[in-house]
């Protein structure tokens, strides 16, 4: 008989009948069963695997045991679970299991005379004085077999079990917030039998089929880049070699083989609507402060709303509602919704850094005189035209994410899942526990922030970067007197600038005298010193020593990868937060500056020459490279551990500001300026009129 497991039906199925005949010679009838296999390390004892009603069992010799006088119930009333091992060896009166060795954990339904058929065949093996298989029943005495059970609730939820010690624990780590710590590492878990497994899994070396070890986590990301993607990849893999079950709602797929992974693809309807703006970007560099460009923004941005919202109206997110989650992660303010679905507190990644918008409403200040917003570089603070910069764009920001965002997901949320709730950013002033800001002091300048806004920079950037494909090696290796590197990233789609730009790009590659590295969309027509690829491993191409220029975009993964590699750039800004990316990098010469929209093929070819032999530029980027990467830990390892602390703490509310206790007049101390200078003021003009008044009646009494 072969059945597949219950848990996951993915487990290899295995013929009962052979695996009891290789341990012993047992003729039984089997009704019905549902197996799995596990490796099992040295040391484990046969009383490992039952519940703590059993436990007081384990501590006799399995002689014992067959000793004992135990009625047999029926298959009717309830199952017998029998745990067979094989080649065991008896020490003592503890049962041990050789490392390496399988063990079959069987339940099976039998008659009282299959397991007396069962346990004379067991004693005539015995006698035969041979390594026997040690049988441990989980049989439990008639009493208590007979006993009625009775259901126990959690008076704080809909929770029941019929055993008290699983209420205990469900109450402590739901409700309580009590937690097993590992030791070795930053996990924590809700019950001790997950930390002993956690820790066999992690720490042991020992492997687990079909055992969830920690959390249950829904990343969510409906609408955005391709590189927003590349920063959540790294984070779900961490959490699943951490042990937590991870389910995403995104829309390219992630590629990741793991039995506690699940996938629900998305259309990528950001990706469709970049094939029309691009030409927007490609014509000339805009920014939100262009009126027009703004409104035309706003316009695609409505189009997109309406289509991520049909993600939680397929058959697919029906059936994951009915699951639990314990964290939701998430960019866009549909994280919000899902936390409030699945009653569990929301962790914002922001791949451009931090927005206000999401920061003020967890406590944090934000005061653009000299804060910077993350499409606003303010290299200098002192000048008033680059705060008042700053103030508009400020504005312009809270427009779209808190305002524009918040009332168009809202109201298509309520149109197409008749959703009734409050607003998004409403949810959130609720369910957001912590924002997870792709940004570092080097990249964004030093920030006062809370200890819920966690700067996690570089997050994407790998340990170890794969091998270049062997043509583009070649390339690299024979260009000793050095490389540009020419990447627009992926959001621009680079067949829809227009041919007199693609010109003076090809122009300008001609003219810099050494070979360029050219990633493209599409096949151009270009001399022997460019090569031109669709795709590149980026991290890897900039690793390369001989690649000495990287003319970007100014995107902000890519000023990190530059950083982290120590490579000079040449910036082309084009759209949103890369101008102000590429103008902090000129303010730290790391960066040459190119305008898109007036460019010409002689400033580009002086930017990279320049850029090429710019001694203080090499030394520049050598330091800041190294201050980006001083760090006790890396932006991954930060990532995760946030990620479960706020799991840990049900939410972390304790992390927020008490100024979002304060109404506004309260945090600008309005109330005691009024206190302390006005009712003083009042109280010394009221001194003074009497004594006026004094003055003037002593006066006239004197006349």
Not at 268 to 273: A, E, F, I
């Amino acid at each position: 008989m072969n059945e597949a497991c219950a848990r996951c039906q993915n487990c290899p199925s295995v013929d009962i009948s052979n695996v009891l005949a290789e341990n012993f010679e047992l003729k039984k009838k089997i009704l019905s069963m549902n197996l799995w296999l596990r490796s099992m390390p040295a040391d484990w004892t046969n009383g490992d695997n039952l519940t703590n009603d059993e436990s007081e069992e384990i501590e006799q010799d399995p002689q014992d045991i067959l000793n004992q006088d135990i009625e047999l119930v029926t298959p009717s009333r309830d199952e017998e679970e029998l745990i067979v091992r094989r080649e065991s060896c008896i020490e003592e009166s503890t049962v041990f299991v050789k490392e390496g060795y399988e063990f079959v954990d069987v339940k099976i339904e039998c008659t009282e005379t299959d397991m007396d058929s069962f346990l004379t065949e067991y004693k005539e093996e015995q006698e035969k004085d041979t390594v026997l298989p040690v049988i441990k029943s989980s049989l439990v005495k008639e009493k208590r077999r007979k006993q009625k059970r009775r259901t126990l609730f959690c008076e704080e939820c809909n929770y029941s079990s019929s055993r008290a010690t699983n209420l205990r624990i469900h109450i402590g780590s739901k409700h309580q917030g009590v937690r097993y710590p590992c030791g070795d590492c930053e996990y924590a878990a809700t019950e001790p039998r997950q930390l002993k497994r956690h820790r066999e899994a992690k720490h042991e070396g020992i492997s687990f089929v079909c055992v969830s070890l920690g959390s249950n986590i829904l990343v969510f990301h409906n609408l955005g880049t391709r590189s927003h993607l590349n920063i959540v990849y790294p984070i779900i893999r961490q959490l699943l070699d951490n042990g937590d079950q991870v389910h995403s709602m995104i829309y390219s797929p992630a590629g990741f083989l793991h039995e506690n992974y699940t996938e629900l693809l998305l259309e990528d309807h950001y990706g469709l609507m970049m094939e029309r703006v691009s030409q927007e970007y490609g014509s000339g560099g805009r920014t939100f402060l262009d009126p027009s460009h703004l409104l035309y923004m706003l316009t695609e941005w409505s189009n997109i709303i309406y289509e991520g919202t049909k993600a939680l109206d397929t058959p697919q997110f029906k059936k994951l509602s009915n699951s639990t989650f314990d964290l939701v992660l998430s960019f866009n303010p549909w994280g919000f919704y899902l936390g409030e679905l699945f009653d569990c507190p929301v962790v914002v990644f922001s791949p451009p850094g931090a927005f206000p918008s999401h920061t003020q409403l967890i406590g944090n200040p934000f005061n653009p005189s000299y804060q910077p917003v993350i499409t606003s570089d303010l290299s200098d603070p002192t000048r008033f035209l680059s705060r008042v910069k700053n103030y508009l764009m400020y504005h312009v920001m809270d427009l779209i994410f808190r305002r524009f965002a918040d009332t168009a997901i809202t109201y298509s949320m309520r149109n197409q899942i008749g959703y009734e709730g409050p607003s998004m950013f409403q949810l959130a002033e609720k369910r957001l526990a912590l924002v997870l800001s792709n940004s570092n002091f080097i990249t964004h300048t030093a920030q006062p922030l809370l200890p819920n806004v966690v700067e996690v920079g570089g997050v994407h950037i790998k340990d170890v970067v794969e091998d270049l494909p062997e043509d583009i090696q070649k390339f690299l290796d024979a260009a000793t007197d050095g490389v540009v590197y020419v990447s627009f990233g992926s959001a621009i789609r680079t067949n829809r600038i227009p041919e007199k730009k693609v010109q003076i790009l090809l122009d300008s590659f001609k003219a810099v005298g050494v070979p360029v590295l050219l990633k493209w969309d599409t096949n151009i027509t270009t001399t022997n010193n460019i090569m031109v690829k669709q795709w590149l491993p980026q991290q890897a191409v900039l690793q390369h020593p001989n690649v000495k220029v990287f003319l970007t975009h100014g995107g902000l993964m890519s000023v990190m990868e530059s950083l982290h590699t120590k490579t000079v750039m040449v910036g082309v800004p084009m759209a949103t937060d890369q101008f102000a990316n590429i103008a902090r990098a000129v303010n730290n010469n790391i960066a040459k500056h190119v305008s898109w929209e007036t460019l010409t093929a002689y400033q580009l070819t002086q930017a990279m020459k320049s850029a090429l032999t710019d001694k203080n530029m090499q030394r520049s980027i050598r330091k800041l490279g190294d201050l980006f990467g001083d760090a006790p830990e890396s932006a991954l390892q930060r990532a995760v551990w946030w990620i479960n602390y706020v799991i840990r703490h049900n939410g972390a509310k304790f992390l927020r500001s008490e100024s979002l206790r304060l109404d506004w007049y309260q945090v600008y101390l309005l109330d005691v300026m009024f206190v302390l200078l006005i009712l003083p003021a009042i109280s010394i003009n009221s001194l003074g009129r009497w004594l006026l008044e004094l003055a003037t009646t002593y006066k006239e009494k004197q006349d």
